[in-house]
């Protein structure tokens, strides 16, 4: 049965780990929901694993609704969060128009939203609209750049104080769970310690309330470049390759297709046909 905002506060308080992974397609979805995983994301990481993009900034609304449907109907019994893409939440009239748009068109049950304090505007804005929202701290994508890259956030005491104030000010104002990105994992447990709502953690350690990895980097389906604090729990993309060797030599050795993979004719209109043509 699809998992609640409650059950997730739940599961927080009786120490039950929430699983959530990303997903951006119908196959997958149904996949992950097969395997009872607690939460799809469709990440806008989709623009670096499926679009293959350098980073998520290009990445629209219109590349999230599209890919937040086959989700939904993948996975009709899974509690399904769509990514609010990069300046798709600039105010609060944006944020509440595209929200609307990923929930009612798309079938998502939740948003996601990246930063802390600077976003409490819009996060208090959905959450009296009645929209679950999930905020996103630490090492926020979308604001790669000015973070000066990829890198682990609130190494120092100055900035970890920081991101403790944006979980504490999300939860605040509405949020009803928090992904944690790339920090320490001391700080993701003080952090997780410190609200009631349930935190997610990316590569913050194992005192979050749950875990999120990328579907791609899980499955070995993307080799750009590996985080650290990702894991391999298969290695499809090799798979994939393998398979597609092998079929691509046996079409050109005559191999595919055999007799059983073909349409056959009753000999007799087959041997009219012949006659027909050859006359
Ligand atoms: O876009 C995404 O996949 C994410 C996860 C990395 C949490 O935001």
């Known amino acids: ?34 395997a009872g995983v607690d939460c799809i994301l469709v990440g806008d990481s989709l623009g670096m694993v499926v679009l293959g993009y350098e980073s998520t900034a290009p990445v629209t609304m219109e590349d999230m609704l599209h890919h937040t449907k086959p989700v939904r109907r993948g996975a009709g019994e899974t509690f399904v969060v769509a990514d609010l893409p990069y300046l798709s939440y600039t105010s609060v009239k944006k944020t509440l128009e ?35 929202v999930v905020g996103h701290i630490g090492l926020t994508p979308q604001s790669a750049a000015q973070l000066g890259g990829f890198k682990v956030q609130g190494k120092d005491l100055a900035r970890s104080l920081e991101l403790l104030e944006d979980a504490k000010a999300l939860q605040e104002a509405g949020a009803f769970m928090i992904v944690l990105e790339a920090i320490p994992e001391v700080l993701g447990e003080i952090i997780s310690r410190s ?58 050795s005559h191999m595919f297709p055999e007799e059983k993979h073909c349409f056959l004719m009753d000999p007799v209109i087959a041997q009219e046909l012949r006659e027909l043509i050859e006359s």
Do not use: H, W
């Open 98 to 132: 595209n929200s609307a748009i990923l929930i009612q068109q798309g079938g998502a049950d939740a948003v996601k939203l990246e930063g802390g304090r600077t976003q409490v505007r819009q996060v208090r804005a959905l959450s009296r609209a009645g929209v679950p």
């Open 1 to 34: 049965m699809k998992k609640t905002v409650v059950d997730f506060r739940d599961m927080k308080q009786n120490e039950i780990k929430i699983s959530m992974v990303t997903a951006y397609d119908y196959p997958m979805a149904q996949s992950a929901e097969r």
């Open 195 to 252: 609200l009631d709502i349930p935190t997610i953690g990316i590569g913050a350690g194992r005192g979050c309330d749950g875990q999120v990895l990328v579907l791609q980097d899980l499955l070995g389906l993307f080799d750009r470049f590996k985080p650290k604090f990702s894991k391999n729990y298969a290695d499809l993309g090799q798979k994939v390759v393998e398979a597609l060797a092998c079929y691509n030599q046996e079409v050109k």
